[in-house]
T-cell receptor, first 114, second 118 residues
């Protein structure tokens, strides 16, 4: 158990809909990262938040948005969903100070768009 | 921008044998982290081993070890005494050592699917 919690684990929805994925980082971690893993693909970085502020953006579509709340949990909002958005979405967290450098991953939210 | 390349989409190994997975990366930084993550069929991302670039000694974790060649920008993973449970997708990843603003993202390679045969 990495200590990172993601909900829901599975989600099935239709094209054009909007969904919200939620992530609770490990206790004490201020950084949250979102990654997308499409079928048989590597992990693509979407966005990074640190203590409520957006720090870096990757290949995140304009239809997607994210935020990190004062209690440090984060939400990834996906709207106007398309078939190609079907993927496994990972959240990861890390500590802020110099450390071992690793990110701790949640179990992922599997999104299926029909 | 940093890039990570894994040139072996698939590898096979016999149980109890040794296998080496390759990874190369490109960066202009001198300090950074390198990782190998394992993704079994459950899709959970599991850290296998880490290496800090300033450390010359290769990291070792039980049956897993790395061959870190900083000048060549190469970071291979050796799995000894392979077990059925080692079957998974293995991702090589890079992370800058500069933890500005709380940290930088992991950049992943495309992965190597490891099959373990009886």
């Amino acid at each position: 158990d990495s200590g990172v919690t993601q909900t829901p684990k599975h989600l099935i929805t239709a094209t054009g809909q909007r969904v919200t994925l939620r992530c609770s980082p490990r206790s004490g971690d201020l950084s949250v990262y979102w990654y997308q893993q499409s079928l048989d693909q590597g992990l693509q970085f979407l966005i990074h938040y640190y203590n409520g502020e957006e720090r870096a953006k990757g290949n995140i579509l304009e239809r997607f948005s994210a935020q990190q709340f004062p209690d440090l949990h984060s939400e990834l909002n996906l709207s106007s969903l398309e078939l190609g958005d079907s993927a496994l979405y990972f959240c990861a967290s890390s500590v802020t100070q110099k450390n071992t450098g690793e990110l701790f991953f949640g179990e992922g939210s599997r999104l299926t768009v029909l | 921008a940093q890039t990570v390349t894994q040139s072996q989409p698939e590898m096979s190994v016999q149980e109890a044998e040794t296998v080496t997975l390759s990874c190369t990366y490109d960066t202009s930084e001198s300090d950074y982290y390198l990782f190998w993550y394992k993704q079994p069929p459950s899709r959970q991302m599991i850290l296998v081993i880490r290496q800090e670039a300033y450390k010359q000694q290769n990291a070792t974790e039980n049956r897993f070890s790395v061959n870190f060649q900083k000048a060549a920008k190469s970071f291979s993973l050796k799995i000894s005494d392979s077990q059925l449970g080692d079957a998974a997708m293995y991702f090589c990843a890079y992370r800058s050592y500069i933890l500005t603003g709380g940290g930088n993202k992991l950049t992943f390679g495309t992965g190597t699917q490891l099959k373990v045969e009886l």
